[in-house]
């Protein structure tokens, strides 16, 4: 007697809704088209545009206001996000900023990117890599509060509803980089 | 002009739906960045050395398609652009901060939202970069208080826009940033041709077509033009809580809506003197006062306090009146009458500053009130509008006590109020600062 060795279908295959062919990115213009009409909707809906730099801030304020509430309490910028009773989780940037991380999760997964990596130039290690990852993400949150948001906050929205000062940190970011480009060229290419 | 929606302006318990449609903006954002390629810091990198430039075209190609949307759609007076969240520019701390966020861009290969995209896909550099991040926010937040005061000060002019700073009609810069954008693609994709050896023929040609849409929308922008004050003041409304008796007997508070110009006739925006009075003494609403005379009855006589701003110069200072208006504050237009005080709270009205307020029968009133023991301040017989009603000795301003009436003297002072705080927009937050 023969028995039919078809194979048993699993149901929801782990490991291969982590393991599929990465597909091609979408071109640019298509993706800044999307990403303007996400930006446009967000501001004709509720007024505020996007923004990422202070949702960080307000986490690390939160973790610090568990720990070490009179602190925050006479520090002036940490009291006005977190001072006394005020949550500062209760921000519409903090909810962006995990539908954000949830929405890049989901686009790498139905594109096949969700892939334990390190994304890097070829004539670096992957420690190099991690370090200067670190120290390139201190210092630009540091920038960005100081300029009072990041390219998304102050590039992407403020560039949009056209503010003066918005088009004068987007303009520096980038002078900034292009400026140091080619002392760490080693870094990339 | 509906929108924004006020609900919407952040996140409150009250409506829980907030904290899905913001979640669901960040979704999209954050997806839109992955799919674009930028959660590859090395794509991101490769910007700044001209072999690929994704990130000019992404970003630039958002910037124009949002700005096109969002002024047809103030033009056409669907929203109310004074409502919509304008960063202010504080040009040192912004040049400084930007230039540093250059250096972590090109040092770590990631912003914050693309690290995000990054980290969540599995890219532990991505990681490296947002765990950095929260170390960099932590170091800000520790060591602000040794420059607060430049950072808070130096440079700040407010909500400021390129229409400002050039002197353009909205429209036209617009069409400029559009143009601008547009150009940078064709040297974008020259660049990527000559050093990045790209092959350009495979390019779609939708490309050019979108360009086209672009275009004629910005166009579209410069012949509508933006909503004059008169249209603007038309679609203003003026919300009132009323507290009905209903059939029942019970008592119900009931939100009314008026036009603006209804709010006017029904008299429900101007306050007697004895309410000014007592407003000052309110702890919880951040009085303004603006007199709108000219300078030389100013200077005759005004209330302590109050900021002389002409009728003629007012539109010019409305920037700051919204830049700066917390949501319990309260501004009182007055003038010797109510003639230019109207037309002042028209004008503040369209242009979207909240909680305006005139005072009832002007100075005029308030001295009648307030200062008719005082012997310096003679009474006349004024026969035209808008004249002082009564003559000063000298130009002493606000030195005459009831300038600054006693407070324990008209301690008792009976009126029926009427100030009701709108909650519009909070102007002093909404973005990411």
């Known amino acids: 007697m023969t028995v039919s060795s078809k194979p048993v279908s699993k149901p929801f295959d782990l490991k291969a809704l982590f393991n599929r062919p990465a597909k091609p990115y979408v071109h640019p213009y298509l993706g800044g088209v999307i990403l303007g009409i996400v930006l446009f909707l967000a501001l004709f809906f509720t007024g505020n545009g996007l923004g990422s730099s202070g949702a960080t801030s307000r986490l690390v304020v939160f973790v610090q206001d568990q720990f070490i509430p009179d602190h925050v309490d006479r520090t002036p910028y940490l009291l006005r996000m977190a001072g006394g009773d005020k949550n500062p989780l209760d921000d519409w940037l903090v909810p962006v900023f995990f539908g954000a991380l949830l929405g890049g999760f989901t686009s790498g997964l139905i594109f096949g990117r969700v892939k334990l990596e390190t994304t890097k130039g070829p004539r670096i290690s992957d420690r190099t890599r991690w370090m200067l990852a670190f120290l390139g993400g201190v210092l630009f949150l540091y920038g960005a509060r100081m300029a009072r948001g990041c390219t998304s906050g102050q590039a992407l929205t403020g560039g949009a509803v056209l503010s003066a000062g918005s088009w004068v940190v987007m303009l520096c970011i980038f002078g900034g980089a292009y400026g140091l480009a080619y002392f760490v060229r080693k870094l990339w290419n | ?433």
């Open chain 2, 1 to 433: 002009m509906n929108f924004p929606l006020l609900a919407f302006q952040n996140v409150s318990a009250a409506n829980p739906w907030t904290y899905l449609i913001f979640g669901l903006i960040g979704f999209a954002f954050g997806f839109t960045l992955e799919m674009s390629g930028f959660g590859n810091s090395r794509k991101l990198a490769a910007q700044f050395y001209f072999t690929e430039l994704t990130v000019l075209k992404v970003m630039f190609t958002a910037v124009i398609t949002a700005m096109t949307l969002v002024f047809l759609t103030v033009s056409l007076g669907w929203l109310d652009y004074s409502q919509v969240w304008v960063n202010p520019t504080y040009l040192w701390s912004g040049i400084l901060g930007g230039l540093i966020m250059g250096v972590g861009f090109i040092i770590g290969g990631f912003c914050p939202t693309t690290s995000l995209a990054s980290a969540s896909t599995g890219k532990i550099d991505g990681m490296m970069f947002m765990l950095g991040g929260f170390v960099g926010a932590f170091l800000f937040g520790e060591t602000e208080r040794f420059f607060t005061h430049w950072y808070n000060n130096a440079g700040y002019y407010g909500r400021v826009t390129l229409m400002d700073v050039f002197g353009l009609p909205t429209g036209v810069v617009v069409l400029m940033v559009v143009l601008m954008a547009l150009f940078m693609f064709w040297g974008a994709e020259q660049l990527e041709r000559i050093i990045g050896k790209k092959d350009m023929s495979r390019e779609p040609k939708l490309r050019l077509y979108g360009a086209g849409v672009v275009v004629a929308l910005a166009l579209v922008v410069v012949f509508i033009g933006m909503p004059s004050t008169e249209e603007k003041y038309e679609k203003a409304t003026i919300l009132r809580t009323v507290s009905e008796l209903q059939a029942d007997g019970t008592v119900k508070e009931v939100q009314v809506k008026y036009t603006a110009e209804e709010a006017l006739s029904q008299r429900i925006v101007q306050i007697t003197p004895a309410e000014l009075f007592k407003a000052r003494y309110d702890q919880g609403l951040i009085l303004t006062l603006l007199d709108v005379r000219p300078e030389a009855d100013y200077n005759l006589f005004h209330l302590r306090g109050a900021l002389n701003i002409p009728a003629e110069t007012l539109k010019s200072r409305i920037p700051q009146l919204l830049a700066t208006s917390a949501p319990n504050a309260v501004y009182v237009v007055m003038s010797n009458d109510e003639t230019l005080a109207t037309q002042a709270w028209r004008l503040l009205t369209a242009e979207g500053v909240p909680n305006v307020y005139i005072l009832e029968g002007g100075i005029n009133n308030w001295i009648t009130v307030f200062g008719h023991t005082d012997p310096e301040i003679q009474p006349r017989s004024a026969a035209l509008d808008e004249q002082l009603k009564f003559l000063f000795p000298a130009a002493l301003g606000d030195r005459y006590e009831c300038s600054d009436p006693d407070p324990i003297e008209n301690e008792h002072i009976e009126f029926t109020p009427k100030i009701q705080l709108q909650i519009k927009r909070d102007k002093s937050s909404g973005g990411c600062g």
